[in-house]
């Protein structure tokens, strides 16, 4: 198994931007398809982004072009660097490795 944690978050005004980092233990995430996902208070976790084994991106079309997640092997890490953020990108962000292990999540806030 593997454990994960978050954190980057905090307060940015909108069009501001934020890098989210995701730290994992106990295993390899080479060999883990990872995510982040996010969830606002009253809402459903909404999927943002994937990133396989072998690199390929995907996103959620609400941050497409906006959003890029990487990782990072030989650190154990996976990143969400967020760009543009909008009032509507505030919530608690988590990362997971193939949908099975969640982090503990980290805040996101977009205010002015």
């Known amino acids: 198994q593997v454990q994960l944690v978050e954190s980057g978050g905090g307060l940015v005004q909108p069009g501001g931007s934020l890098r989210l980092s995701c730290a994992a233990s106990?295993?390899?995430?080479?060999?883990?398809?990872m995510h982040w996902d996010r969830q606002a208070p009253g809402k459903q976790r909404e999927w943002v982004a994937t990133?396989?084994?072998?690199?390929?991106?995907i996103y959620a079309d609400s941050v497409k072009g906006r959003f890029t997640i990487s990782r990072d092997n030989a650190n154990n890490t996976v990143s969400l660097q967020m760009n543009s953020l909008k009032p509507e990108d505030a919530a608690v962000y988590y990362c997971?490795?193939?949908?099975?292990?969640w982090g503990q999540g980290t805040q996101v806030t977009v205010s002015s």
């Open positions: 997971s490795a193939k949908g099975l292990y």
């Open positions: 106990g295993s390899s995430i080479n060999i883990y398809n």
């Open positions: 990133i396989t084994t072998g690199g390929t991106t």
